[in-house]
DNA sequence: TCGGTAAGACGAAACGTCTCGGTTCGGCGG
DNA sequence: CCGCCGAACCGAGACGTTTCGTCTTACCGA
């Protein structure tokens, strides 16, 4: 997704490319990924707009790789990979999406997450990037989780794991992105509830 | 939404306004929304562009009033508003969910929805309007279902509508703007099952 | 020497504002 | 009731500005 081409590497200059990324980041913060122009951040970095345009392909490809940079600094610092299982599985989920509410709540975060979002509800191309390099390797957090439970039975054998997921996660994400109303911890822990206990009476047959 | 301001809209042009629309939602079917232009609207519906710059403050808010009139005109033909309530909960629940998929894969309302979404997505202004005019409706339809629904006991009383609406909504929205899987039949059937009956074993101890 | 780099010139495209006549509608005097 | 007038809207498009993406030039480093 940087470029169809990997030209001669080895020449790439590695000072360009983290120059270029922390000011991408920087200019979304600051005044929106809307106003955010690659003039703006060719200048910002001390780059010549060449130097962008040889290696991406487009403004959201830019902040894609910045933003997907910034991520791994900061999962290397919490050194904390995957959802803990302490054999709650309830309260382990409702730990983590209460996690992930402040994340989104995060401002810092915020912009330039919304931005690369928005380009990939329009833009197939980037939202394969966006989804395979940042979002899936998250989902696939929950299915090893989901997985682990269905096996010591605390969710039911017939669910999969994958529409589990997105049972929890789809209802976040709804309110994150279309801001219908606002993303609170007491939220998560209601979403938590619901899913895994059900909507019907639990003394109802199943269907 | 329209503008701040509602001038003398008597001596409105409403062919203009119809023309606009037209313009709007056919540039942007063909086109693709980033495109499509004002410039490019107004000279394919015959108008100047200061017809458009003093009603509409953006791009996008000509696209919701284009859209909101398309859809408000298919729905005028269909005629059937609300959810069935047929007494069978899940049944109905698959049923409209099934329909959604539907609506939401057909191209000819894909494109414009997804600009409106991903605009939104972005802009805190434009999904206001979004939301209120066009996405809160609909979702009330599922309150008012599902409320009914609590009162003939067919769900829990301790679930909050609002919530339940946004487990069933919410998954299938997620794989509409993120494109992660397909968006079936199948799919919408297996979300209703897992948000009526829960992950948990239904012998569970509830929470 | 060869390819990446910084800097910036360049034409194309769209922006949002403004001006120009022409048209349409509401109001007022006859 | 009729006819005029002015205000507001209309289509068209000129205008200066901004950003785009490409291209050129000179430099530097392996």
Redesign the pocket.
């Known amino acids: 997704m940087t470029h169809r081409k990997a030209?001669?590497s080895?020449?790439?200059?590695e000072a360009?490319?983290r120059?270029i990324y922390a000011a991408a980041v920087a200019l979304v913060g600051e005044t929106g990924y809307a106003?955010t122009?690659?003039?703006?951040i060719a200048a910002r970095a001390?780059?010549?707009?060449?130097?962008i345009?040889?290696?991406w392909p487009?403004?959201a490809a830019v902040l894609l790789d910045a933003f997907l940079d910034l991520v791994e600094q900061a999962a290397d610092r919490a050194a904390e990979p995957g959802i803990p299982d302490t054999g709650d599985l309830e309260a382990d989920l409702k730990l983590v999406l209460r996690a992930t509410v402040d994340e989104l709540n995060d401002p810092a975060y915020d912009a330039p997450a919304r931005a690369l979002a928005a380009e990939s509800v329009v833009d197939a191309r980037l939202a394969a990037g966006f989804v395979s390099r940042l979002l899936e390797p998250q989902l696939q957090l929950y299915v090893k989780r989901l997985t682990a439970a269905r096996e010591t039975g605390q969710i039911r054998a017939g669910i999969d794991p994958r529409i589990a997921l997105e049972l929890l996660v789809g209802p976040l994400a709804h309110r994150w992105l279309l801001r219908t109303l606002p993303l609170t911890h007491d939220y998560a822990n209601a979403v938590v509830d619901c899913a895994l206990y059900g909507l019907a009476p639990r003394g109802a047959p199943r269907a």
């Open positions: 030209p001669g080895s020449r790439r200059s360009s490319r120059a106003k122009t690659i003039e703006g001390g780059v010549g707009k060449q130097t345009y040889r290696w487009s403004k």
